[in-house]
């Protein structure tokens, strides 16, 4: 089958240039650049957008987003969190200079990896409460905590089904959440070993971790101080 002639009959004229068919203008391609602090989503806005930014909002994604609303779910708020992130940590590659958008930043980070977190269980009646320091967010939105000294946490899920509660909190700013949910116990994979090496890094080989539980979380409660406290995302 023959092709059709894509090339024009003629050369193209000077500060033109060669379109199939026909001929075009030359011209210069540019990205504008995005502007210093510009106005944001909130991270639930942002998730289900795909972007941090209404800027970068663009139409052509509306058809997409329609269909898939995100629920209101514990997962959804980690996720979201973890996002934001994300998306500012690729803002300021270009804006380091933005320090409202600097401090946002690491504020979410200290939040989501750095922030206390308390791990509160019960069986037979008897309540118990733990400081944990090894433990991290997945990038599913489960958190993940070392067993280092768990003994009566695993007891407990044990025999309750795997119920728990973690609190989650800056001592400084106050802003927290308590998170409800199920706790999975696991001894291998890549998560144990990761808090293997941290735990024996910091006790120097004296103490390690025997492996780690695994939270999904199912509800999300606001505890920062203020008109949402007590509000379940």
């Known amino acids: 089958m023959e092709r059709p002639n894509q090339t024009p009959s003629s050369s193209c004229a000077a500060g033109m240039g060669a379109l199939p068919g026909n001929c075009a203008p030359l011209a210069f391609p540019y990205i504008p650049m995005q502007e210093q602090n510009p106005p944001r989503f909130s991270r639930a806005e942002a998730l289900q957008a795909g972007t941090l930014f209404p800027g970068l909002d663009l139409p052509f994604k509306a058809a997409i987003q329609a269909k898939t609303k995100l629920a209101n779910t514990a ?28 401090e946002l930043y690491w504020s979410y980070v200290k939040l989501l990896k750095e922030g206390m977190w308390d791990l509160a269980t019960c069986a037979n009646g008897e309540p118990n409460v733990v400081p944990v320091a090894f433990k991290d967010v997945t990038a599913d ?93």
Request: no cysteine.
């Open 141 to 233: 939105g489960k958190l993940v905590v070392g067993d280092v000294f768990l003994e009566t946490t695993l007891k407990n899920i044990r025999e309750n089904g795997g119920r728990i509660a973690i609190s989650v909190y800056d001592a400084k700013t106050l802003e927290g959440y308590q998170l409800k949910g199920v706790a999975e116990y696991v001894t291998t994979g890549a998560v144990v070993d990761a808090f293997k090496a941290m735990v024996e890094k910091v006790f120097n080989g004296a103490a390690t971790a025997r492996g780690a539980l695994v939270i999904t979380p199912e509800r999300v409660i606001v505890t920062t101080p203020g008109a949402d406290n007590k509000k379940v995302l």
């Open 75 to 102: 997962l959804v708020e980690l996720m979201a969190l973890s996002f934001a992130v994300d998306e500012l940590g690729l803002y300021l590659t270009t804006h380091a200079q933005d320090q409202e958008a600097l």
